[in-house]
Structures are given as C-alpha cells and as structure tokens.
C-alpha cells in the first residue's frame, strides 16, 4: 500500500526533478529555484529556496555523502551548493554554453556528469572544479544519465532514442536504439543480479521514453568481454509517454512517472504493478525512492511534490510484462487488456473483461451503450471512468503520428491556437504568452526576444484542423 503522506507546494511553475539523501529531499523548478526538505518533518531547511540560476532549473542531485547538492539549468550552467548552510560553492559553465538538462555524481564523488541540449556530454572534476573530459552523443539532445554503482561506466539517453555506454574515460563502448520517439530517463540498480551459470554479474538497467515504454535491460561490464546490453522485457501501463523511473534502494521496485499523469510502482522481478497512484493533476515529470527509509517522492507540472509511505508487506498484484517491445493497443491480447485494468485502477472489471473476450480490438470499439447493455455495467460513475480510460488510449493512439510540428514545443501537446513568436518557432498561444509573462527568453534557443508581440499562425492552424479530419475518418 501506498499512502500519501504530504504535499509539498512552495514551487510556483512546473516541478521538473526531486532526489533524496539519507536526510533531506531537494526539488528543483521551472521557477529558477532548488528547495531543500527535512525528512524528520518536511520542513523547508533555514537557507532554502536556493536562488543563482537564471533560468529554469531541470535536475538536482546529491553527492554520495550528501554534503554537496548539484543543480543544472537552462542558464547552461551546473552549480553545486553545501547542503550544510546552502553556500553556493561553484558554477560551471558547459561548454558552448548549452541548457543543461540532466546532471549526476559519480559513486565515489569524484566527478559531476553534466549533459545538454547540445548533446555535450562533460566530466567534471568536482574537486578542482575543472573540466575533467568532454564527448557528445550523435544527434539529439542529452536527456538522461545514470552511473554504474562502481563508478567504471555510465549510460546516457538522448532525445533521438540513443542509450550510450561510456567507460570513466569518456570513451563511448556501446550504442542502443532504444526508444523510438526519445529517451527522457535512465536509473541503473546498485543491486546486481548473478548469474551463477556464467559466473558473471549483470547490472539492472531501467530506460523510459516518448514511445510510452519503460524497459528493462542488463549491462554486462567486463575487461575480457567489453559491454554487453540485453535487453529484458517491458513494462507496460502508461498510456502517453514516460517522463520518469528509477529504482528503490533495494532494486526490487521500479517507480514511473508519465504524462498520463499516474504514477506506476513495478516489481522488478516480474514486472507486477504494485501501485499505480493518479493524485497528481498534470504530467508526473520525476519521481524518486529514498535510500535509507520507505519514501517515495513524485513531482509534477501541477507545481507540486507529493511524499508517499509505501507498506512493503502489503504489495497489491497486477499487472504484467509484455515481452515484445512495441504491441499496438488494437493488437493487445485479453492478457494485456486485463493488466491496463489494472494499470488503471480498474481491477475489479478484469473478470467481466475476460468473460466477454474483449481484446484491444474490442476495447476500443466499446461504447456507453455497450458498456451499460452489454457488459451490464450498472453505474453510470463507473462507466463514464471506463469510458475516460479507453478515450485516453484512443487519443494515444493518435498522438503517437501526430507530426512533431503540430506540437507546441513547450507543452508537447497538439496546438489548438499557434502563434509565432519573434524567434521564429510557433506556439500554443496560452503556453507561449504564460511563458513570457516570467522571462524574455526563447523556449527554444535560450536567446533574448527583441519582442514580446505574436502573431497567429493561421497556415499551421488550417494544416493541423484539415490533419484531425483525416484522423476521424
């Protein structure tokens, strides 16, 4: 069981990432600011908010000891603070000055991984404060980073799909098409698995993506064999993309966040949903365990952090693993509709489902009438949930070819209003105008706007209306 324990709501835009020390929970913002938590009681630390970035802040980590947080930003900076009186200790500057998106210490604390919209990938040397090693991924934009727990490799995920191994020299060893529309996270376990046959030991590995997937992998690292990546199963349950995963302490959960806006808690082992947890209003964009006690924080763009207790003896079964990589909903198997039941909290109906064979096929063509005069589903509340559920599939469906220009690049939902802004780039109006009521700057570029004005796109509005015809069709 998991319980909601507290609601943390200080942050006054999108929460963009939380993660835990032995101690404290620090979160950081689209506001520009990172807020640091007591875990005795939730409350906010003497010296928090922390405030020097410019621009929003994407990604906060602890070191090891949790003496030092870091903190990346839009600014294209990385910065690192003292979680003792809140100093702000260093600024590092990426190269070419890029938004820096993700950001990770290394286990013994030796370096700061830093990657960036760029695609830079940069080691730095948190000691000397220098600049230790540099590479770049092959297109994309660098969205994700996870370190080994020995500290000997680490694997990034770009916007192009790409999970790239690198060895603690910045030498790239391994290159995976892995998500078709784009990674967004990555976590590797501290916990390996053995395989006592071979007398090796693999490395869990746990990626998400704009396809609505998270997978599972094993990382083989060994100096007579080099890398190996196997890819294990995936897990299924969100119904748009996934923003978010990690790994509890233990490496037996896989938490996930997506922009269906439920968070999902898997067993690592078979892949069971554990909890599937929908408090949240608008798209869960991180989510994280906390090592020393059974916590679990989600952050979302609806500006807050909700703190759960999670009651390991009290796991609640469901769900499945779906061992083909990419299944189309309307090929879904009665298997699979049974584990979306569950998946959305909609378990008591798996039975019904079952006896009235609805496969995907089935599942998509259902109806309110269906549902009341067929499958004899009495409650009109009930009916209208099932019925919101497999709408959202219905619209998942869609968005999966929806062209990317049809997408405010801010929201990444199908513009309605679009508006050109003086960078050039179009816009959903309300995002667009929300986005420069708190700064000057291109959501694209980073660069100043030498004018606030917009002007409606009324050629993009045209193409995205005559494209929904065709797709009703």
């Not at 003496?67 to 590092?92: H, N, P």
């Not at 009521?437 to 002007?455: A, D, E, V």
Request: charged share 20%.
């Amino acid at each position: 069981m998991a319980t909601l324990i507290r609601t943390l709501s200080d942050h006054s835009d999108d929460v963009n990432y939380c993660a835990f020390s032995s101690s404290c929970l620090a979160t950081c913002s689209l506001d520009k600011t990172i807020r640091v938590y007591s875990l005795s009681d939730f409350a906010e630390l003497p010296y928090s908010p922390l405030e020097g970035h410019t621009y929003a802040v994407h990604c906060c980590c602890f070191s090891p000891s949790g003496l030092v947080l870091a903190s990346c930003s839009t600014d294209g900076t990385s910065a690192l603070w003292d979680t003792r009186d809140g100093r702000r200790l260093a600024v590092l500057q990426q190269p070419g000055a890029s938004p820096v998106r993700v950001c990770r210490f290394s286990p013994e604390a030796a370096y700061l991984l830093a990657g960036a919209a760029d695609g830079s990938v940069v080691l730095w040397n948190v000691r000397s404060m220098k600049l230790y090693r540099s590479g770049k991924v092959k297109g994309g934009s660098l969205m994700a980073c996870a370190f080994s727990p020995s500290g000997n490799f680490f694997v990034t995920g770009s916007s192009s799909g790409d999970l790239t191994i690198w060895d603690d020299k910045m030498r790239c060893l391994y290159n995976e098409k892995a998500h078709d529309l784009g990674v967004t996270c990555c976590d590797i376990s501290s916990h390996p698995v053995s395989d006592s046959e071979n007398g090796f030991e693999y490395f869990q590995m746990a990626s998400c993506g704009q396809d609505n997937h998270i997978k599972l992998w094993l990382i083989l690292f060994a100096d007579f064999l080099g890398v190996q990546l196997k890819y294990k199963c995936t897990l299924i349950g969100h119904s748009a993309p996934v923003l978010a995963c990690a790994f509890s302490c233990d490496g037996q959960m896989i938490v996930s966040g997506s922009v269906d806006k439920c968070v999902i808690i898997y067993e690592t082992s078979t892949g069971n949903t554990l909890h599937t947890l929908s408090q949240h209003k608008r798209y869960v964009t991180t989510c994280a365990f906390a090592p020393c006690s059974p916590l679990l924080a989600t952050g979302s763009m609806d500006k807050t952090v909700h703190i759960w207790q999670l009651d390991l003896k009290q796991p609640c079964a469901g769900g499945t693993v779906e061992n083909e990589s990419k299944v189309a909903i309307e090929d879904w198997s009665e298997d699979d509709v049974s584990a979306w039941l569950c998946a959305q909290d909609l378990a008591d109906f798996v039975g019904l489902f079952k006896m009235n064979n609805i496969d995907g096929k089935e599942l998509l063509n259902l109806t309110k009438e269906s549902l009341a005069n067929e499958l004899k589903i009495e409650s009109l509340g009930l009916r209208s949930k099932v019925l919101r559920k497999i709408e959202e599939l219905r619209m998942t469906m869609m968005s999966v070819s929806v062209p990317d220009e049809f997408l405010c690049p801010i929201t990444r939902e199908l513009m309605k209003d679009p508006v050109i802004a003086t960078d050039g780039y179009s816009y959903e109006r309300e995002a667009m105008e929300n986005w420069i009521s708190n700064r000057r700057s291109s959501p694209m570029t980073n660069l100043p706007l030498h004018s606030l004005m917009l002007t409606p796109n009324r050629t993009l509005k045209m193409a995205i209306s005559r494209w929904l015809e065709t797709q009703q069709k």
